[in-house]
């Protein structure tokens, strides 16, 4: 089974992912994690995430396990990390460069142990649409760009970090620019995903409708 869950930052879509993976022991990509490697990778290597060439040359070298390794870095969450992730993101072959081994995971579904899993969830921007078109349910989860930076502050103060709602609103707001205007797999819903606006709906209500639409296709 693979099940994809697409949308724009903060709108829900990690938190609904790992609930799903956990209820049904299903092995979890957040696909946002190879763009933050590489991003991160280049920033601590002082090198300009404005050179597609030089994010290039990272992406292609990028392995699952450095990828692991690097998401214990502060800075791979932090709201540095994101921007730098959705600039290299928007490079159409840094993207291709990216591809299979996100693709891969759902050949060999494993967990964080590596024990096999007998299906994934996915999470990011182009899950339902470039990385698995064939995936067995898509959602789109998303919610207005004020809901969204609310949550984002919230996280950011909650984990002791500083942070200004009116910084973090601009924020969000550029990266849905960039992430939906790209040339290359922007982010927009699958043809055949069920949208979620979790603007006016709680994580548990956004789960139950998941979880109803999951079980139903399990039957
Ligand atoms: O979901 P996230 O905040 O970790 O994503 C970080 C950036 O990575 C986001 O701004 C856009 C990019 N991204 C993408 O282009 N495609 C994906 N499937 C996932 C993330």
């Known amino acids: 089974m693979i099940i994809t869950i697409d949308g724009p930052a903060a709108a829900g879509k990690g938190t609904l992912a790992s609930n799903l993976a ?7 990509f ?14 601590l290597q002082n090198q300009d995430l404005n050179d597609e060439q030089v994010a290039l040359k990272f992406a292609k ?62 999470d990011g921007r182009d899950t339902g649409t470039v990385v698995c078109p064939n995936a067995d ?31 973090v609103l601009a924020d969000v707001k550029a990266r849905d620019e960039r992430d939906a205007n790209r040339s290359t797999s922007p982010m927009k819903p699958a043809e055949d995903a069920m949208i979620f606006d979790t603007s006016d709906l709680s994580i548990d209500e956004v789960f ?12």
């Open 61 to 122: 070298a990028l392995t699952y396990g450095q990828m692991m390794e690097l998401s214990k870095h502060p800075d791979f969450r932090s709201s540095l990390g994101g921007k730098n992730a959705s600039i290299i993101s928007a490079y159409p072959e840094v993207r291709k460069a990216l591809l299979k081994m996100q693709q891969d995971f759902s050949l060999n579904p494993v967990f964080s142990d590596g024990t096999p899993a007998k299906g994934v969830i996915y």
């Open 30 to 43: 957040d696909t946002g994690m190879v763009y933050r490697a590489v991003g991160l990778l280049m920033h």
């Open 208 to 219: 139950k409708k998941a979880v109803e639409v999951i079980d139903e296709k399990q039957k």
């Open 22 to 28: 956990k209820k049904y022991q299903y092995a979890y």
């Open 137 to 167: 349910i898509k959602f789109f989860v998303t919610a207005s760009p004020e809901v969204r930076a609310k949550r984002r502050y919230k996280e950011f103060l909650d984990k002791g970090m500083s942070a200004d709602y009116e910084d």
